[in-house]
């Protein structure tokens, strides 16, 4: 989680609580502090015991989301603000076990080191990866792109495994991952984030779509953890009218306070379905909750994470900080998105209705006079549950058969187009290749599946020949939630209903 950034120097002496107990307590301590120092086995390093022990311990008794952060911790937040990081430049696709390239961007380390789509890294910093769960993978690629790394590459076609050295480099991490047309005048753009450059990132992929004829949109705030709040009010005032309240900030200094639409604010007007999901959190939630209670957005797919609270960062002497929960957001009708932290958290950072959140589901009316609830994230105006495997299609995908059946096709097919489409021969031959690996459907199986599994190969082939992008393409036309979003867009505008 990104955290919105408020600097400030802590004031030394601290101020007094309550002066006899603050100065019992310190004493309690460094009777125990002394105690530990005298007459512990080892010798102990103060600045662990302060760093690692004693303030991160006071830390966690506030709420989920306060730390104390120390120089190194600080500096990595830090570098979360910016709008690039440290990496090598490649998509690759994880299972357990296995972690095989899927792309290489341009110029990046991953290229420049001569690795390409269909390798499969085997070693990385002499750690084979053959028995590491998808976490393990997941943490072990994050570690290694923060130095040089030492990889053993399994090339296709190649009897032994290729070293290479990969030395990681500042990669752009823009906002907007994916700009296209799902259908004629209907676009899709996904916001992966909230950064410094997002605001301008979206407005210019809206420009593009709005020149080739988009009319309606459907943007997917899936798995988008937040980031920057103020890239997120941009975002919501470039489809709010001006004056309408973006949200509210309240705490226990002061009465609430309402950031709203810029008075010379031009908004869009065509038609938006947003597509949230538990993985959805902070900025991106109150981006949602702005839209729906101001009735200018369907939202679809399943409730969000419920993370509104108001981070700041305080940074203290020695390059250390706290990150510390100083109040809370409301959406435009005055709910919060916050889950429910319990009586203590809520009594820590004094927020006088919030034992009765944690208890009561309270009920707010959008602008048209809607009920939304309030207290757990942002329930959307229409459930839709991510798509779910049958037991056929979870044996194929933990098995790569797609990946490697495309790997297979583009060896003997070369000039792969975007009009390339799968072919009932296609199929057989898929089906085939199956039998050989002795995964064998029945009728029925295959009969039901099929749609799914032209897909999938059709993904896996543009994946390789043409670029991720254009492999997600295919996913997310097929995607129900998108289908739903599609739906609901083509009501507003009057059109016929899709199937």
Do not use: C, W
């Given at each position: 989680m990104r955290f919105l950034f408020v600097l400030a120097l802590l004031p030394w002496p601290l101020p007094a609580l309550d002066g006899d107990s603050l100065e019992e307590n310190l004493r309690r301590f460094?009777?125990?502090?002394?105690?530990?120092?005298?007459?512990?086995?080892?010798?102990?390093?103060?600045?662990?015991?302060?760093?690692?022990?004693?303030?991160?311990?006071?830390?966690?008794?506030?709420?989920?989301?306060?730390?104390?952060?120390?120089?190194?911790?600080?500096?990595?937040?830090?570098?979360?603000?910016?709008?690039?990081?440290?990496?090598?430049?490649?998509?690759?696709?994880?299972?357990?076990?296995?972690?095989?390239?899927?792309?290489?961007l341009p110029d990046s380390p991953s290229a420049r080191s001569g690795l390409s789509p269909g390798d499969e890294i085997m070693v990385i910093n002499r750690y084979p990866l053959s028995r590491l769960s998808i976490d393990q993978l997941i943490q072990l690629l994050g570690q290694s792109r923060q130095q040089r790394a030492q990889l053993m590459v399994k090339r296709p076609g190649f009897a032994r495994l290729i070293p290479m050295e990969l030395v990681p480099a500042e990669m752009a991490d823009p906002s907007v991952s994916h700009v296209f047309f799902l259908e004629p005048g209907l676009a899709y753009i996904k916001l992966v984030n909230f950064e410094q450059t997002t605001a301008s990132e979206f407005r210019a992929a809206i420009e593009r779509l709005q020149a080739d004829g988009m009319n309606g949109l459907v943007l997917d705030l899936r798995q988008n953890p937040g980031g920057i709040v103020e890239s997120a009010i941009m975002v919501a005032s470039f489809f709010l009218q001006p004056g309408q309240d973006i949200l509210w900030v309240e705490g226990r200094e002061g009465p609430p306070q309402d950031v709203q639409v810029p008075e010379n604010s031009q908004p869009y007007d065509f038609p938006v379905s947003v597509l949230v999901d538990d993985r959805t959190a902070s900025a991106a939630e109150l981006l949602a909750g702005a839209l729906q209670d101001h009735d200018r957005a369907s939202i679809l797919g399943t409730t969000s994470f419920g993370k509104g609270l108001v981070q700041s960062v305080f940074q203290l002497s020695g390059g250390a900080a706290v990150a510390l929960t100083t109040a809370r957001y409301l959406t435009p009708s005055g709910r919060s998105i916050q889950r429910p932290l319990g009586d203590h958290a809520c009594e820590m950072y004094a927020l006088a209705d919030c034992k009765e959140e944690s208890t009561t589901v309270q009920e707010f009316r959008t602008d048209s006079g809607r009920i939304v609830t309030g207290g757990g994230g942002v329930n959307p105006d229409q459930a839709v549950p991510p798509r779910g495997y049958t037991h056929f299609e979870a044996v194929m995908e933990s098995s790569n058969s797609f990946f490697e059946f495309a790997q297979e096709y583009l060896r003997n097919h070369s000039g792969i187009g975007e009009d390339f489409e799968v072919s009932p021969e296609l199929l057989d031959e898929f089906h085939t290749f199956l039998d050989k690996r002795r995964i064998q459907p029945s009728l029925s199986e295959w009969s039901s599946t099929v749609g799914f599994i032209h897909n999938r190969i059709k993904q896996e082939i543009f994946n390789l020949a043409i670029g991720v992008e254009k492999g997600d393409e295919v996913s997310t036309r097929r995607d129900p939630v998108v289908r739903a979003a599609l739906r609901t867009l083509a009501e507003q505008l009057q059109g016929p209903a899709r199937p």
């Open positions: 460094l009777d125990v502090y002394n105690v530990v120092e005298a007459h512990y086995a080892d010798t102990i390093d103060p600045e662990e015991v302060f760093y690692q022990g004693v303030l991160p311990g006071m830390m966690q008794t506030l709420d989920p989301h306060s730390a104390f952060l120390d120089p190194e911790q600080y500096e990595s937040l830090r570098e979360m603000q910016r709008s690039t990081e440290k990496g090598f430049g490649s998509v690759v696709s994880l299972l357990p076990g296995r972690v095989i390239v899927l792309q290489t």
